[in-house]
């Protein structure tokens, strides 16, 4: 995480618990001290956790943008967004977890001042937003986020949305977490600090509510897995040319867990050290690990 990417005003927690898929705002300017604070954030998001280069920057909403959610199904409904998140990232190994932990911490500073918003995810190489960064032949713009005031009153629309995708439920713990392997859940009750931080993880956003998210402890080590959807990438990507949306999910899983581990004052990093545990299945693939500094903290519940 870049040093310019400093601190939010309210504890982490709370933003996360706040922040929701706002698809109704009020159709009015975002004002200036607000924008500016949000275009400096995005001006110093460059490099991500696993080491690719992106850039954003916020844009007013225009006719060209409505057109492009048009092709996005319901996310075409946004209504009233007073502008747009948008960003460009490099090809590379982990480009789509580094964007997903970039924009996700853009989302949630716009959130801890107040203003709402909607990841967008999609084919954006053609469209408004991908020349109004003047996006690159060697970039990629997986995904964009609408931004603006909420509207006090959410439309019957917004509920349906949410209720069709599943977005006010999250899976259990022991379908998410897991202690040393796949064959044994990890309780909240013996999870010890960590227990926030993971919280925090399934609370977050991600593609359709599939929570594709798997976090097994291993002493001091948190190791990431993608549990992906049957069928759902290669679908999606084949029919819809779109990017890989549960790799985005895990860098947003990413930066819930790393954001919150910090705000409690533990400290890690980001490696990758698969350990070579089982997996339940061949839809199951490693990402990254989190390797604590603080190697006093090992619990074993």
Known sequence: MDDSMA????????????RFSCRS???KPIEPGLRDQLSRVLAGSSTGPLGTKARFELVSAGEDNLATLKGLGTYGFIKGASGFIIGAVDQGENNMEDYGYLLE????????????????GGTFRKSGFSRKISLKETEILPAVAAVGY?????????SFVRRRAGS??????????????????????????????LEMVRLGPSASNKQPWRII?????????????????????ALFNLPDMQRIDMGIAMCHFELTVREMGLSGEWIHAEQGIEKPDKLTEYIVTWQQKDQGLIYKG
């Open 25 to 27: 705002y009020v159709p």
């Open 7 to 18: 601190a939010y005003n309210q504890a982490i927690t709370e933003i996360i618990g706040r």
């Open 168 to 197: 006010d439920s999250r899976l259990p713990w022991d379908k998410l977490f897991f202690d040393g392997t796949f064959r044994t859940p990890l309780s909240a009750d013996t999870s010890g600090p960590f227990v926030t931080p």
């Open 150 to 158: 909420a509207a006090d009153k959410r439309r019957w629309f917004d």
């Open 105 to 120: 911490w853009a989302i949630l500073f716009a959130t801890d001042i107040g203003l709402g918003t909607c990841w967008l």
């Open 217 to 237: 402890r291993d002493g001091t080590q948190w190791h990431f897995y993608v549990q992906r959807t049957s069928g759902y990438g290669n679908r999606n990507a």
